[in-house]
């Protein structure tokens, strides 16, 4: 069983940088694949950025050149590092992992807020 728990969310300023994490219970070498997702309100979920079992990574075109996803084995934690955030960046942020076997996992989300 695996279990992810985000945290690093808050309100920041326009410009700023936050860096969120997603603390992972179990084998994270279990996990073929890992992301970050983001929902504002009235909008459908939407990938921000992935990693695959080999490093890959994936972005957004919203957040190509700002945001940077990276990976902690020692520390089974994944992160989202956001930087120059914008207004448009405010909203949920989820972090979501696929297992070898195929099992989908969800984490419960942490608010981003970009807000002066």
């Known amino acids: 069983q695996v279990r992810l728990v985000e945290s690093g969310g808050g309100l920041v300023q326009p410009g700023g940088s936050l860096r969120l994490s997603c603390a992972v219970s179990?084998?994270?070498?279990?996990?073929?694949?890992m992301g970050w997702y983001r929902q504002a309100p009235g909008n459908q979920r939407e990938l921000v950025a992935d990693m695959t079992t080999d490093d890959n990574t994936g972005y957004a075109d919203s957040a190509k050149g700002r945001f940077t996803i990276s990976r902690d084995n020692d520390k089974n934690t994944v992160y989202l590092q956001m930087n120059s955030l914008k207004p448009e960046d405010t909203a949920v942020y989820y972090c979501?992992?696929?297992?070898?076997?195929?099992?989908?996992?969800w984490g419960q989300g942490t608010q981003v807020t970009v807000s002066s």
């Open positions: 979501h992992a696929v297992h070898l076997l195929g099992y989908l996992y």
């Open positions: 179990g084998n994270i070498f279990s996990l073929r694949y």
